[in-house]
T-cell receptor, first 109, second 113 residues
Framework: QKEVEQNSGPLSVPEGAIASLNCTYS??????FFWYRQYSGKSPELIMS????GDKEDGRFTAQLNKASQYVSLLIRDSQPSDSATYLC?????????FGKGTRLSVIA | KAGVTQTPRYLIKTRGQQVTLSCSPI?????VSWYQQTPGQGLQFLFE???????NKGNFPGRFSGRQFSNSRSEMNVSTLELGDSALYLC????????????FGEGSWLTVV
């Protein structure tokens, strides 16, 4: 059973701080990793993808991948109240995306 | 470029009825996948279609079915609705043949009473 695990949270951070969201996956053949943001009552929105070990930066977001540890993380710098949402981690090998249940992030103004 | 379009957005059905949900992918995308999202189970994969062929299927009962048309539009059907089928049904489309990078529509909120 391919699984993606995330801490459900809520993770509360003050405005301007760095939010760190973590994810582990069970399927070693996973090659593609994604972070989606989902606001309450809305559908998931793709924010980052990462395929190689190391860091990938896009604006205030940095995705980190460590395939040896089967670990993916998302850092959000200078967190804003508008970042408050549920963040879904997803992994894919040769099969459709498997999603974690998400981490709820709350940025406190 | 228009995004993934799903209809209807909201619907209420009675136990035992059947429902059909529709999805139009992003123009040029040939892969369409369907997910069910519930608070307890999260996002669960239903099935994926590519060029009118079902390429993958999740672990759902046969009451859940789908199809894809030649214009890449897709429908999913749920027969003999149960209360537990109440969920957000999300369609996603992808441009790559592996169907990895997917973009979701706004979803169809189904309530079964």
């Amino acid at each position: 059973q391919k699984e993606v695990e995330q801490n459900s949270g809520p993770l509360s951070v003050p405005e301007g701080a760095i939010a760190s969201l973590n994810c582990t996956y069970s399927d070693r053949v996973s090659q593609s990793f994604f972070w989606y943001r989902q606001y309450s009552g809305k559908s998931p929105e793709l924010i980052m993808s990462i395929y190689s070990n190391g860091d990938k930066e896009d604006g205030r977001f940095t995705a980190q991948l460590n395939k040896a540890s089967q670990y993916v993380s998302l850092l959000i710098r200078d967190s804003q109240p508008s970042d408050s949402a549920t963040y879904l981690c997803a992994a894919s090998g040769n099969t459709p995306l498997v999603f974690g249940k998400g981490t709820r992030l709350s940025v406190i103004a | 470029k228009a995004g993934v379009t799903q209809t209807p957005r909201y619907l209420i059905k009675t136990r035992g009825q059947q429902v059909t949900l529709s999805c139009s992918p992003i123009s040029g995308h040939r892969s369409v996948s369907w997910y069910q999202q519930t608070p307890g189970q999260g996002l669960q994969f239903l099935f994926e279609y590519f060029s009118e062929t079902q390429r993958n299927k999740g672990n759902f009962p046969g009451r859940f079915s789908g199809r894809q048309f030649s214009n890449s539009r897709s429908e999913m059907n749920v027969s003999t609705l149960e209360l537990g089928d109440s969920a957000l049904y999300l369609c996603a489309s992808s441009s790559d043949s592996a169907g990895n990078t997917i973009y979701f529509g706004e979803g169809s909120w189904l309530t079964v009473v």
